[in-house]
Nanobody, 128 residues
């Protein structure tokens, strides 16, 4: 059974940085597209970024326009964790952040429906 557990959320001032981690058990992230989503109060869950790492070592990453250049997804194959590095945080980044992983290579990487496995979420609050 695939289980994902996020950690690292918290309170940070605008302009600051925060790193989220997603630990997987039951399966590796390699060869399965994985993604981060977020959901702010009263809003729908939105795509943040995705990564697909191949067994050969090559990797493809995709980011939402809102976070491009500020957020970065890292894949630690030894620890079997997915990390979301968030820099230059803005008030609008406040949300519950979710880690997810799919089965094989996902075609529509920005669609939540593409990912059958989800973590419980971790709260990120950006203050002014």
């Amino acid at each position: 059974q695939v289980q994902l557990v996020e950690s690292g959320g918290g309170l940070v001032q605008a302009g600051g940085s925060l790193t989220l981690s997603c630990a997987a058990s039951g399966r590796t992230f390699i060869s399965h597209t994985s993604a981060w989503f977020r959901q702010a109060p009263g809003k729908e869950r939105e795509f943040v970024g995705a990564v697909h790492r191949r067994w050969t070592g090559g990797e493809s990453t995709y980011y939402a326009d809102a976070v491009e250049g500020r957020f970065k997804i890292l894949n630690d194959n030894v620890k079997n964790t997915l990390t979301l590095q968030m820099n230059s945080l803005q008030l609008e980044d406040t949300a519950v952040y979710y880690c997810s992983t799919g089965v094989g290579r996902v075609t529509d990487y920005s669609a939540a429906e593409s990912y059958p496995y989800w973590g419980q979420g971790t709260q990120v609050t950006v203050s002014s």
